[in-house]
Every structure is written in C-alpha cells, then in structure tokens.
T-cell receptor, first 117, second 110 residues
C-alpha cells in the first residue's frame, strides 16, 4: 500500500499556543487529503477534506478559523490548531487519496497525539 | 438510519476460529468498499477493498460484497490474538468522500 507520514507523532503544548501537523504522501501524489480527529474510545470524526491548490471543505461544526488546513502541493497537507485549548487534546490523523488507483482507497498516516496543558 | 452500520461488539472468538464481521450501507449507488483495521491508539490501516459482488480473498482475509442486499462482510480465518482490534467498514459512494462505520471490536482469545 501507499505510505503516508505524519509529523510530529506527539506534541504537548501550552494553552493558547498554535500547533502545526504535517501530513505527507511519500510515494504517490495525493489529490485529496482528509483530516480526522478521534477522542478516546470514540469513532473517527472527519474534520475536513482538502484538495491540492484549493480551499479545504470543513465538516459541519468544525471551526475553519481554528483548524487551518493548507494543501499546497500534491504530497503535503498541514493542519494548524490555532490557540489550542485543553478540549482540543485528541488524536489527529490524516489520510491521503490519489495515485493510479480508481477505487478511492484512503491511506492513513500514523497519527499525532496532541495534549494541550 | 446511519449511512454505514456495524455492530459495535465486542466480538469474541477463540484463537484459530473464523471471525465474521458485518456491515450494511444505505447508499445503493456506492461503488467501493473497504475494510480497515485499527489498533488502540493507532491510525486505521487498509486491509482489503472490494468493488464487485462476490468474494475477494487475500491471505487469511476474505471480503464479501452483496450489492443487492447492501451488505459487506469480512471473514478472518485462523484468527490470531494479534487480530484483536477494531475493524472499520468504509463505503465510497460514487467518488465522494468515504463514509466510515463506527467499527466492530474484535477480541481473539488465546
């Protein structure tokens, strides 16, 4: 399968600071990337969909000014959590779709665990 | 009605048995169907996808699709304790965003 990396794998920050998470497709061009959040023992929750070179589409209830997404190239998307607060502490994971396959498989990065103190 | 429904489990099977995981979906026009495995604290990992009616086998895994019944299943033969995880069914309706089920927790007893 295709490889997606994510950095950092974990981060601890103080309340009010901003945190940037990078998602990279290493061996294919990702036309679309997705950002998910998952709280303990809960389901994956899609936050937003981003296509290279265009604005991200956010899911209902997700604040676009708080969760800034940039998909500047076919291999890189970033999620910035601005003015993070303890309630933003969660597991954030990205997935990428693209390449030669026409079946719309999504490949996930390893995830980032964010803890806001 | 949820778009992708799965029994939350836990499904408990003894080591060496066949684990059967089921999923139903609501969009009749769906074209691609996926099974992901997610270990606790980790991201989902794609293990199978299927797009035609019938069975698709890959090692110990068999995905089954019945579009008329809007039903997808995953069979895991010779289950191992390392198969203990949450299995997510995902459905892609006509190229739009993929819809994930809430997952079924599988526990394989040694």
């Amino acid at each position: 399968g295709a490889v997606v990396s994510q950095h950092p794998s974990w981060v601890i920050c103080k309340s009010g600071t901003s945190v940037k998470i990078e998602c990279r497709s290493l061996d294919f061009q990702a036309t679309t990337m997705f950002w998910y959040r998952q709280f303990p023992k809960q389901s994956l929750m899609l936050m937003a969909t981003s296509n290279e070179g265009s604005k991200a589409t956010y899911e209902q209830g997700v604040e676009k000014d708080k969760f800034l997404i940039n998909h500047a190239s076919l291999t890189l998307s970033t999620l910035t959590v601005t003015s993070a607060h303890p309630e933003d502490s969660s597991f954030y994971t990205c997935s990428a779709r693209g390449g030669a396959s026409s079946y719309n498989e999504q490949f996930f990065g390893p995830g980032t665990r964010l803890t806001v103190l | 009605q949820k778009e992708v429904e799965q029994n939350s489990g836990p499904l408990s099977v003894p080591e060496g048995a066949i684990a059967s995981l089921n999923c139903t979906y609501s969009d009749r026009g769906s074209q691609s169907f996926f099974w992901y495995r997610q270990y606790s604290g980790k991201s989902p990992e794609l293990i199978m996808f299927i797009y035609s009616n019938g069975d698709k086998e890959d090692g110990r895994f068999t995905a089954q699709l019945n579009k008329a019944s809007q039903y997808v299943s995953l069979l895991i033969r010779d289950s191992q304790p390392s198969d203990s995880a949450t299995y997510l069914c995902a459905v892609n309706p006509r190229g739009f965003k993929t819809i994930f089920g809430a997952g079924t927790r599988l526990f394989v007893k040694a």
